[in-house]
């Protein structure tokens, strides 16, 4: 089979975005104008299907939806027998990327993909059978509520999620603008469960953010991209348009956070920087034959760029990252999520569809990052305070006290520029001064206690100061790291 991107169904996405109208997967339905040549996979898939050999074995799923279509003593419904096999045969592939949608799950993408979606904007996966958070959207209520790549979901308003699949999951997150759900997480590094409550809104699909600085005495353009939808290669082309009529020095390419999207998206973004000399691609099939690709540019830019990743960073935010890495750009953050394979959507003639693993993509240089992720040329964290956990408050947390909650209160403090001389769990004297410091200067009386409402306007507070980015150490160093 030969890959015409034009007219096949491609997408890079993690897994699901959670919103209200449905589950957005980032498929493209494009055909091609011209190049009718030869036939699409999905193409061949549907319309030949019934030339395709059947194994014998396959005898046995006959035998059995006859068997019990007649003699079960619960009533089934033909399209759950099938829709069930059909579950059962993707699930076998033990690949979390590998799923169905059904009639009415199709519809609600469809009508989610217009414009924008209701829910709490964050995309997962399924990792080991737990929903796992891979990354929140920009600005989404998720975000605003501190949920972070690699957070579990476990529990979904009190109900376990434990035996459903990812598209059952998202059916329970879902919701309406304005309605609340509780999430249970777990948190790798974190001892104890904590719940999150987040009220549901609308998503909008914005997905290029630009942004201008002088550094040094040089004008430079920063291009966040959170997603790589139909739109955000044109959103791309135009503001990066913008700041060259400005006059940038340097660029820097922003994808943190960015769970990925679709490939056709990506390959236009990287057009724009990978000269003809060198693919910007490479596909590989199940045969292992490889396909490199090439843009038509004739030299790179001529101001230096870097990048900027952590590990909310996925599959098409990878291709990015990666080309750019070996092209002799600085990448800079945290290692990426690590999602190396390519997904086709195939219709499957009744309104359902199936999204299923065809290719490997692989480096320009023929790496392939699945499971390992692309480690940044320059590593760099953000401060401690970026990582902490919500604090689940029973008792309140006082003098003397010890434990891992009161570790993460004093780093929240210190944060916040409060003065608290240890970050090791102790409730010493100077932490209960920076508790009623906090607690006096936000009106609260000053107790020295951390009860549940000093905790939340902590964590709030918190979270108002990462999102303000005025203290983004690896937006910092990736800045400075153009001109040195």
Not at 63 to 75: F, G, M, P, R, T
Not at 89 to 108: A, G, H, I, N, Q
Not at 218 to 224: R, S, V, W
Not at 347 to 352: A, E, M
């Given at each position: 089979?030969?890959?015409?991107?034009?007219?096949?169904?491609?997408?890079?996405?993690?897994?699901?975005?959670?919103?209200?109208?449905?589950?957005?997967?980032?498929?493209?339905?494009?055909?091609?104008?011209?190049?009718?040549?030869?036939?699409?996979?999905?193409?061949?898939?549907?319309?030949?299907?019934?030339?395709?050999?059947?194994?014998?074995?396959?005898?046995?799923?006959?035998?059995?939806?006859?068997?019990?279509?007649?003699?079960?003593?619960?009533?089934?419904?033909?399209?759950?027998?099938?829709?069930?096999?059909?579950?059962?045969?993707?699930?076998?592939?033990?690949?979390?990327?590998?799923?169905?949608?059904?009639?009415?799950?199709?519809?609600?993408?469809?009508?989610?993909?217009?414009?924008?979606?209701?829910?709490?904007?964050?995309?997962?996966?399924?990792?080991?059978?737990?929903?796992?958070?891979?990354?929140?959207?920009?600005?989404?209520?998720?975000?605003?509520?501190?949920?972070?790549?690699?957070?579990?979901?476990?529990?979904?308003?009190?109900?376990?999620?434990?035996?459903?699949?990812?598209?059952?999951?998202?059916?329970?997150?879902?919701?309406?603008k304005g309605s609340e759900v509780v999430l249970e997480i777990e948190r790798p590094g974190v001892s104890d469960s904590f719940e999150v409550s987040i009220v549901r809104d609308e998503i909008p699909l914005e997905t290029v953010y630009p942004d201008i600085k002088t550094i040094e005495g040089?004008?430079?353009?920063?291009?966040?991209i959170t997603s790589f939808s139909e739109t955000t290669a044109d959103d791309f082309a135009e503001e990066l348009a913008k700041l060259e009529e400005k006059g940038i020095e340097g660029l820097v390419i922003d994808v943190r956070g960015n769970p990925g999207g679709l490939l056709d998206s990506?390959?236009?973004?990287?057009?724009?920087?990978?000269?003809?000399?060198?693919?910007?691609?490479?596909?590989?099939?199940?045969?292992?034959?490889?396909?490199?690709?090439?843009?038509?540019?004739?030299?790179?830019?001529?101001?230096?760029?870097?990048?900027?990743?952590?590990?909310?960073?996925?599959?098409?935010?990878?291709?990015?990252?990666?080309?750019?890495?070996?092209?002799?750009?600085?990448?800079?953050?945290?290692?990426?999520?690590?999602?190396?394979?390519?997904?086709?959507?195939?219709?499957?003639?009744?309104?359902?569809?199936?999204?299923?693993?065809?290719?490997?993509?692989?480096?320009?240089?023929?790496?392939?990052?699945?499971?390992?992720?692309?480690?940044?040329?320059?590593?760099?964290?953000?401060?401690?305070?970026?990582?902490?956990?919500?604090?689940?408050?029973?008792?309140?947390?006082?003098?003397?006290?010890?434990?891992?909650?009161?570790?993460?209160?004093?780093?929240?403090?210190?944060?916040?520029?409060?003065?608290?001389?240890?970050?090791?769990?102790?409730?010493?004297?100077?932490?209960?001064?920076?508790?009623?410091?906090?607690?006096?200067?936000?009106?609260?009386?000053?107790?020295?206690?951390?009860?549940?409402?000093?905790?939340?306007?902590?964590?709030?507070?918190?979270?108002?100061?990462?999102?303000?980015?005025?203290?983004?150490?690896?937006?910092?160093?990736?800045?400075?790291?153009?001109?040195?």
């Open positions: 089979m030969i890959l015409k991107k034009k007219y096949i169904i491609l997408l890079l996405l993690a897994a699901l975005i959670i919103g209200g109208a449905g589950s957005y997967i980032g498929i493209k339905l494009a055909q091609a104008e011209g190049d009718k040549q030869e036939k699409s996979i999905f193409e061949e898939v549907v319309n030949n299907g019934k030339d395709l050999e059947t194994p014998e074995s396959m005898s046995k799923v006959v035998q059995a939806y006859e068997l019990i279509n007649e003699h079960s003593l619960k009533d089934v419904d033909d399209t759950d027998l099938t829709e069930g096999a059909i579950q059962g045969m993707l699930e076998s592939l033990d690949d979390p990327y590998s799923t169905y949608m059904d009639v009415e799950s199709m519809e609600r993408f469809n009508e989610q993909i217009e414009s924008s979606f209701e829910g709490i904007g964050t995309e997962v996966s399924m990792v080991n059978d737990i929903v796992t958070v891979v990354a929140p959207i920009k600005d989404s209520p998720a975000e605003a509520a501190g949920l972070r790549p690699n957070d579990q979901i476990i529990q979904i308003d009190g109900e376990s999620l434990e035996g459903l699949d990812l598209n059952e999951a998202v059916e329970k997150i879902r919701g309406e040089k004008k430079t353009g920063i291009l966040e990506v390959e236009d973004i990287l057009k724009h920087f990978v000269p003809e000399d060198m693919p910007y691609l490479q596909i590989e099939d199940k045969e292992g034959k490889k396909t490199p690709y090439y843009s038509d540019l004739e030299k790179k830019k001529q101001y230096p760029i870097s990048v900027i990743v952590d590990e909310g960073s996925a599959s098409a935010s990878e291709i990015l990252a990666v080309a750019m890495k070996e092209m002799g750009y600085d990448v800079v953050g945290t290692k990426t999520f690590g999602k190396g394979t390519v997904q086709q959507a195939i219709p499957l003639g009744d309104g359902s569809t199936m999204k299923l693993t065809f290719f490997k993509w692989l480096s320009p240089k023929g790496k392939w990052i699945n499971e390992k992720g692309v480690t940044p040329t320059i590593e760099k964290e953000q401060p401690e305070y970026f990582y902490t956990n919500p604090i689940q408050i029973d008792k309140p947390l006082t003098y003397n006290h010890t434990g891992e909650k009161i570790k993460n209160v004093q780093i929240m403090l210190h944060g916040l520029d409060y003065n608290v001389d240890r970050t090791d769990g102790y409730f010493d004297k100077q932490t209960k001064k920076a508790v009623k410091a906090f607690q006096k200067e936000n009106d609260m009386k000053a107790t020295g206690k951390v009860d549940k409402k000093t905790a939340g306007l902590i964590e709030s507070k918190i979270i108002d100061k990462i999102r303000s980015g005025e203290d983004d150490q690896q937006l910092e160093r990736a800045l400075s790291a153009l001109y040195n």
